[in-house]
């Protein structure tokens, strides 16, 4: 932690969701029970989060199944909006969230490359220029014609991956997709995340495979309960982590 | 939707990707493709030659009967469109940071691209069913756009609530059938008796047809009434959108 500069600061999140308590399934019970009830309930997943990450650092967030990690990350990449607090993020954002969330099942890997890319900003030039960058990555050849609807899950972790780290994002977040596809795949995901890494870029990272943890990260946070409990080393969040399963 | 948001080249760039993604689905894996869109009003005004001719004593009935059917079709087809877009769209919606907006703005400009496809021959035939084009033709762009403001914002208040309750998609499909025969497209407004014509007139879906059907059938520009109370009509629908989606659409990823 040579270099402090924050390049991302959250200030006393909370996160809320919006369900319907009450259980409506229906038009009918809803009217039934107009006026009694509020439309929507609020229902806190991440309560009170404040966290401190800087730049060219590469943070894990360890925690139990559903205890926020994913949400956390929804709320950095802007897809959710937090209730109360502030976020600040002091560059681009690349969300890597889930594999091939976002892909088009009927379009061909072509097609969705190009829908991802517009989707995430880039301009037609652009996209044009970096399409047999994105291509080549992705190591999928012929297959980048087929329509994704006939990829394994392998392939479409890998078009998804290639897709989210073309733009050299500053800060990139990962959450459980490289556990996905061949070794080879994984390895060479795993270069390129410490290239993006050494270009200076900040890494957030959620996984359940300490290995891949402690092998990339130097800070970690627990996420339990909606709340970030602690922050520390990885070998310290490990620690805690593991402790949370022992009673 | 800010001002800053519909200047934005990028979110133009995401809209008219999402459209052109809309569009290449609905057709793929379909020999006939973009046809089916045309085949839909052609069997309608079949029908409607058959059967209603006989009742409808009015000139060029056929012509009458296209022009509503056309718009009709549009109307209904893409309200429904822009109610289930954010559902249909729920993978994008969850993975990228999209302005939400994206979603129904993107099924209404596929809807209009895919009319005016359609409207091409069907151009062609309203002149061998008796249409005569004159100056008044150059309002159907400002009124499609009045239009489209109406589907727009009628869309997005019911597809905001339909990301909580879907049985407003279910119902929306029950009750547009209804609204057909509430709309004169089968018949004209002079078959009822003139002491109830009023209540067509309680059919907000009325003055955009009946704006249409000045337009493609009686080659006139759209009445001041048409065009007045579509105008009103469109600006409400688009206020309440807005509205109920201000208000809601930070439940919708809880709730897609």
């Excluded at chain 1, 500069?5 to 019970?29: A, H, W």
């Amino acid at each position: 932690m040579e270099n402090l500069q924050p390049m991302i600061r959250l200030t006393d999140v909370d996160i809320c969701f919006y369900i319907q308590e009450n259980g409506f399934v229906s038009m009918k019970d809803f009217l039934l029970n107009l006026g009694k009830y509020k439309l929507l309930q609020k229902s806190f997943v991440l309560k009170n989060v404040n966290l401190q990450i800087n730049k060219g650092e590469s943070f894990a967030l360890l925690g139990k199944n559903g205890s926020g990690k994913s949400t956390l990350l929804r709320a950095l990449s802007g897809i959710i909006m937090p209730e109360k607090g502030k976020i600040e993020l002091f560059g681009a954002v690349a969300p890597l969230l889930g594999l091939g969330v976002g892909l088009e099942h009927e379009l061909t890997g072509i097609e969705n490359i190009r829908l991802c890319c517009a989707l995430m900003g880039m301009t037609k030039a652009e996209i044009k220029k970096r399409l047999p960058e994105i291509i080549d990555f992705s190591e999928l050849g012929e297959a980048v014609n087929w329509q994704v609807k006939r990829y394994s899950t392998g392939m479409m972790s890998r078009l998804s991956f290639s897709i989210a780290i073309i733009k050299q994002p500053e800060i990139l977040l990962i959450d459980e997709v490289l556990s996905v596809g061949d070794i080879g795949f994984q390895q060479k995901c795993l270069k390129k995340v410490m290239e993006i890494k050494e270009n200076g870029a900040t890494i957030i990272f959620v996984s359940h495979n300490f290995d891949e943890v402690s092998h990339m990260c130097t800070r970690a946070a627990l996420v339990n309960h909606g709340t970030v409990e602690f922050v520390g080393t990885v070998e310290e969040v490990g620690e805690k982590y593991r402790q949370l399963f022992e009673h | 939707m800010s001002k800053s948001l519909l200047l934005n080249s990028g979110f133009h760039n995401a809209v008219l990707s999402l459209a052109i993604k809309t569009i290449k689905l609905r057709y793929k894996n379909s020999f006939l493709g973009i046809f089916w869109s045309m085949l839909n009003p052609l069997i309608f005004l079949l029908i409607l030659i058959l059967v209603f001719q006989h009742i409808n004593h009015i000139e060029h009935f056929a012509l009458y009967a296209l022009s509503g059917l056309i718009f009709w079709n549009f109307i209904s087809a893409s309200i429904l469109q822009v109610i289930t877009s954010f559902i249909d769209n729920a993978a994008i919606l969850k993975s990228i940071n999209l302005h939400p907006f994206s979603f129904p703005l993107s099924a209404m400009v596929a809807a209009i691209f895919n009319l005016l496809l359609t409207l091409i021959p069907f151009f062609i035939l309203m002149f061998f069913l008796g249409y005569q084009i004159n100056l008044s033709i150059l309002a159907f762009v400002p009124f499609l756009i009045v239009s489209a403001g109406f589907i727009l914002g009628l869309g997005l208040f019911l597809g905001t609530i339909n990301v909580f309750f879907r049985d407003i998609q279910l119902l929306w499909t029950t009750i547009i059938p209804a609204f057909f025969y509430f709309t004169p497209i089968a018949y004209a407004p002079e078959l009822l008796p003139e002491g109830q014509r009023f209540l067509l007139k309680l059919n907000p879906f009325y003055y955009f047809i009946d704006s249409f059907h000045d337009i493609f059938y009686r080659s006139q520009f759209p009445s001041f009434e048409n065009f007045g109370m579509s105008f009103l009509i469109a600006a409400f629908s688009l206020f309440i959108g807005y509205i109920a989606f201000k208000k809601y659409r930070k439940g919708f990823i809880s709730n897609i």
